[in-house]
């Protein structure tokens, strides 16, 4: 079984219908079912945008429970979805690859993440690389418009640009990198490339299961 949900927007035309982008089970955390803009801000394209994490049974997204989690920062890699595959959503044209961002490391506390929710604006300033980190887009072959998933882990991105690339096919891991706190999957539809011009797009999924489960604890 996987904890998925379904964003449906009738009355709205244009859309791109997607895989999700993993095959085990993960939690959606935000998502534009619940509210639009689902990040709270149209920039970058995000209105539509999802984010998902792996939890356990505790409703938490780390194995690791511990002073650091109230009050400092924490390793990715003892997050359940740290260098989980990531897998296209869609099939059609890589457009645009970037690999080079270092994984943070986490902050899931307030007390931790002041330090870092202080620099935000300096981030949206800088633009979208600050932001997205590391990141695969990928030009939808049957809407046309653009697919992307950020936040990847450094150097694990498996796809080049120009590649055609079919819906399934792993694209690269789980990471940290860009405007994140802690490990987590991204997936946004856009109406096109550049991240300071494009408008979000209704991004459905199809060929899930979903489950009841447990609300994450010291998660964002």
């Known amino acids: 079984?996987?904890?998925?949900?379904?964003?449906?927007?009738?009355?709205?035309?244009?859309?791109?219908?997607?895989i999700l982008p993993f095959n085990d089970e993960w939690f959606v955390t935000a998502t534009p079912a619940k509210k639009v803009p689902s990040h709270g801000t149209n920039l970058f394209g995000l209105?539509?945008?999802?984010?998902?994490?792996?939890?356990?049974q505790r409703g938490l997204s780390s194995h690791d429970l511990s002073w650091r989690t109230l009050l400092s920062s924490e390793d990715p890699h003892a997050f359940y979805c740290f260098d989980r595959p990531v897998l296209a959503p869609v099939s059609g044209k890589i457009v645009a690859v970037y690999h080079d961002a270092p994984d943070n490391v986490v902050r899931r506390s307030l007390p931790a993440g002041l330090?870092?929710?202080?620099?935000?604006?300096?981030?949206?300033?800088?633009?979208?690389?600050?932001?997205?980190?590391?990141?695969?887009?990928?030009q939808d072959a049957e809407s046309h418009y653009f697919v992307v998933i950020v936040h990847l882990k450094q150097q694990s991105i498996s796809c080049r640009l120009g590649d055609d690339i079919k819906a399934g096919t792993e694209i690269?891991?789980?990471g940290n990198s860009g405007n994140s706190s802690q490990p987590h999957i991204h997936i946004q539809a856009m109406d096109q490339s550049d991240f300071h011009l494009a408008k979000g797009i209704p991004l459905y999924f199809t060929d899930y299961l979903e489950k009841k489960t447990l609300v994450p604890k010291q998660n964002e």
């Open 1 to 18: 079984m996987q904890s998925k949900e379904r964003y449906l927007h009738n009355a709205v035309r244009d859309n791109v219908t997607a």
């Open 172 to 174: 690269g891991r789980c």
């Open 47 to 56: 209105t539509y945008a999802y984010d998902f994490i792996q939890i356990d």
């Open 115 to 138: 330090p870092y929710m202080l620099q935000q604006a300096k981030r949206v300033a800088i633009g979208p690389k600050e932001i997205a980190g590391n990141y695969v887009m990928i």
